[in-house]
């Protein structure tokens, strides 16, 4: 594949769909509009997977590829929600020092085109101090930036600050549509704080001229919220969201557990559909009281399943951080390649608890962003990320090996990403 000047139109926004145009050259190589190819990371040389399904061709990105860093500016944090990690975790909080976030700075520009980055974590990014000024510096770089937050820190000056700085989307965790049920998960009565926290928001982001910041909600589903996700979505008017993320509850205690959503979604095996389960087109169709029970009837019991050419029941199977060519780097400067592998932690897959051991590639305090990025174990991790042959321990997760993170069935040594629930598409983050 190579890349040429293309007449097609510009690349859009993260998330929208834009058409362009792939020629094939005298020699049968694609040519790739240049825009495209530096989006997705296509330089030369690069090996560059790929799927076929049906007519469509589906060029993924190269895992050479870095576009998107997650930073996490502190693990402290000012609520203490029962779905929280602090319900089973032991390590120190703190704030990320200004050398390492300096060094950050400097492995972003290193990179061309400069990764996106995501401020989040497992803490609340508005408890550090220097927020407003670590976003304003990342901006420079020329990133795009996103952040994420409960919104009960978001007064007027933060507000003003980040809108100022040029943040490009701030993300709210809403886990709640009422006072009641949002205290019911968050055990703390802020609601209509942070309903009115979002609304100047809303008003400092459209006074401000040129650069405009949008407004995207975070939501985790579980039996005893997914009622509210409807009056969730209608508050959109009201906060000027333009975008929602829906995600399960990773249960970190055993009480926990009875709040999940997915667990017949993980009764089959994802990697191995019968081979004589039909293919099923769906057209456009109404959702509604004649429709949804046969409906549903047919998305339980048929893997194959395609809406509009969209493939329904996805066979998992497929990190979305390699995919996206992310990466992670906690408060105190080691880099990771995941959210997921960032901090030790203890949570519940199909009800037993699993220990998932932190997977460090090193600290920026001690080597470069870019040398962390193309260390050879690195590269190794990643492209087996891709491969994903790993044992299947979302599906069965009850020997001692699916326990841990350590070691699986199939002969592979930590980290093994079998029984990520990120792989699988059932946890999701912006």
């Not at 990764?115 to 508005?126: D, I, M, Q, R, S």
């Not at 996103?146 to 809403?174: C, F, K, P």
């Not at 389960?277 to 429709?291: A, C, F, G, K, Y």
Request: charged letters at 20%.
């Amino acid at each position: 594949m190579t890349g040429e000047p293309s007449s097609a139109g510009s690349a859009r926004e993260p998330g929208q769909e834009v058409s362009h145009e792939i020629r094939v050259d005298d020699s049968g190589r694609l040519i790739v509009p240049p825009e495209i190819a530096r989006k997705l990371g296509l330089t030369p040389g690069a090996k560059v997977p790929f799927e076929l399904e049906g007519e469509a061709l589906h060029l993924r990105r190269p895992v050479t590829s870095l576009a998107k860093v997650y930073i996490e500016p502190t693990s402290r944090c000012n609520l203490e929600c029962r779905t929280c990690i602090r319900n089973a975790w032991d390590e120190p909080m703190g704030n990320m020092p200004a050398d390492i976030f300096q060094a950050i700075l400097d492995g972003l520009k290193s990179f061309q085109p400069v990764p996106a980055v995501f401020f989040g974590g497992f803490g609340e990014p508005l408890a550090h101090p220097l927020i407003g000024e670590m976003v304003a510096q990342v901006k420079e770089t020329g990133a795009r930036v996103e952040l994420i937050t409960n919104g009960i820190l978001l007064d007027e000056s933060r507000s003003r600050q980040l809108v100022g700085a040029g943040l490009d989307e701030l993300w709210v965790s809403l886990d709640g549509a009422t006072p009641e049920s949002y205290t019911d998960v968050r055990l703390a009565e802020a609601l209509p704080e942070i309903l009115e926290n979002l609304a100047r928001f809303r008003h400092i982001a459209q006074a401000n001229d040129g650069h405009q910041t949008k407004l995207g909600v975070a939501f985790v589903a579980m039996q005893r919220n997914i009622a509210d996700l409807p009056a969730l979505l209608r508050l959109s008017s009201q906060i000027s969201a333009s975008h929602y993320k829906v995600t399960n509850l990773l249960p970190y205690t055993k009480e926990m557990c009875a709040e999940t959503l997915y667990g017949m979604a993980l009764d089959k095996d994802p990697r191995d559909p019968s081979p004589f389960s039909p293919h099923v087109d769906l057209p456009r169709i109404d959702w509604n009281e004649t429709t949804l029970s046969p409906l549903y009837r047919t998305l339980r019991t048929y893997s194959n399943i395609n809406l509009e050419g969209v493939r329904l029941n996805h066979s998992g199977n497929r990190c979305p951080f390699i995919s996206r060519g992310a990466a992670a780097i906690a408060w105190n400067g080691e880099l990771s390649p995941c959210l997921a592998l960032m901090h030790n932690y203890t949570s519940f897959l199909n009800g037993w608890e699993r220990d998932s051991r932190r997977y460090g590639l090193g600290n920026l305090r001690e080597h470069s962003l870019k040398e962390l990025w193309e260390s050879p174990e690195y590269v190794d991790f990643r492209q087996r990320v891709q491969d994903f042959d790993f044992s299947p321990c979302t599906l069965c997760g009850v020997c001692d090996m699916a326990q841990k993170n350590e070691e699986d069935c199939f002969g592979n040594t930590f980290p093994t990403c079998g029984g990520c629930l990120w792989a699988q598409g059932v946890i999701q983050c912006p």
